[in-house]
């Protein structure tokens, strides 16, 4: 299925938590001189218009960069992030927010490389015109979960893999763990991060997930956060980061960050107080 299109969601709850985890971990691997790549298996458009006809449908933004936005000032430790966003926008206004792949274009240096993957012929023109001129820059218009382990390991072989798909179909949660299964094998010393949705009972499928991944990869950090309570709907109340070989000590970054995030985007006037929350825990196979 191509339907999905990232436009409509831009900019909410789950993109401001995906990206303060991904500006995190590009800020702990930028600490040192060697180069580095970025692999994004769904790259999307790169860029998204906040005041286009996409994102005023849904108006999801509003309940998430909206929110963080004007508390900009509050999380120094996000100054990066806050930067990428800035350099998309000619005011003081985040009227056009950049997707995982335009973030890693603004923190990467010269000598270092993105490799993006897109399948939706849409999105991938989009991407094309937005971060195709920049020569660390390649692009691949390819089903990512396939794409993934055939271009490991790369050169430089020290980086950073985002797999980030839409979850459209049930299927996407398998085809999950049996990508980063076959990307762990062919990079073991990668950093990856794998996001996913938290949705209502009835559709929630992280239990399932994190027991795929836990089978191949014996040592997991996951984050999560919520702005609402879970119920038997089909919304979307939150979002997690699963985390393969993160940075020495950076679940302890993320210790500090993620409560006052959740404080922030839990403030929405349709969730009651004090529903919103985060969690972070290892998870480790028994020997």
């Known amino acids: 299925?191509?339907?999905?299109?990232?436009?409509?969601?831009?900019?909410?709850?789950?993109?401001?938590?995906?990206?303060?985890?991904?500006?995190?971990?590009?800020?702990?691997?930028?600490?040192?001189?060697?180069?580095?790549?970025?692999?994004?298996?769904?790259?999307?458009?790169?860029?998204?218009?906040?005041?286009?006809?996409?994102?005023?449908?849904?108006?999801?933004?509003?309940?998430?960069?909206?929110?963080?936005?004007?508390?900009?000032?509050?999380?120094?430790?996000?100054?990066?992030?806050?930067?990428?966003?800035?350099?998309?926008?000619?005011?003081?206004?985040?009227?056009?927010?950049?997707?995982s792949p335009a973030i890693a274009q603004h923190l990467l240096r010269t000598e270092d490389k993105l490799i993006l993957m897109e399948l939706h012929k849409t999105e991938l023109q989009s991407l094309r015109e937005n971060l195709g001129h920049d020569r660390r820059v390649s692009i691949h218009h390819r089903d990512g979960f396939e794409g993934l382990p055939a271009l490991l390991p790369p050169k430089p072989a020290r980086g950073l893999v985002l797999i980030d798909p839409p979850y459209e179909v049930k299927t996407d949660y398998a085809r999950v763990a049996t990508c980063l299964a076959a990307a762990h094998a062919r990079w073991p010393t990668g950093v990856y991060a794998i996001w996913y949705p938290r949705l209502g009972v009835q559709r929630d499928q992280r239990d399932t997930l994190l027991h795929r991944l836990s089978e191949h990869i014996p040592e997991l950090l996951l984050a999560e956060l919520s702005v609402d309570v879970q119920t038997d709907d089909f919304g979307m109340h939150g979002s997690g980061m699963v985390l393969v070989n993160p940075p020495w000590q950076f679940d302890e970054r993320l210790r500090t960050v993620l409560p006052r995030l959740a404080a922030v985007l839990g403030k929405s006037p349709a969730t009651a107080a004090g529903t919103a929350g985060w969690r972070l825990e290892w998870r480790r196979q028994r020997g």
């Open 1 to 99: 299925m191509l339907s999905y299109l990232h436009g409509f969601h831009a900019g909410n709850h789950a993109d401001v938590f995906k990206h303060a985890i991904l500006t995190l971990l590009l800020d702990s691997l930028l600490a040192k001189p060697k180069p580095l790549v970025y692999l994004d298996t769904h790259a999307g458009a790169g860029v998204y218009d906040l005041a286009g006809e996409q994102a005023r449908k849904t108006g999801e933004h509003a309940l998430g960069i909206g929110l963080l936005w004007p508390e900009r000032d509050a999380f120094p430790e996000l100054a990066t992030y806050f930067a990428a966003l800035a350099s998309a926008n000619t005011g003081s206004e985040c009227r056009r927010y950049p997707g």
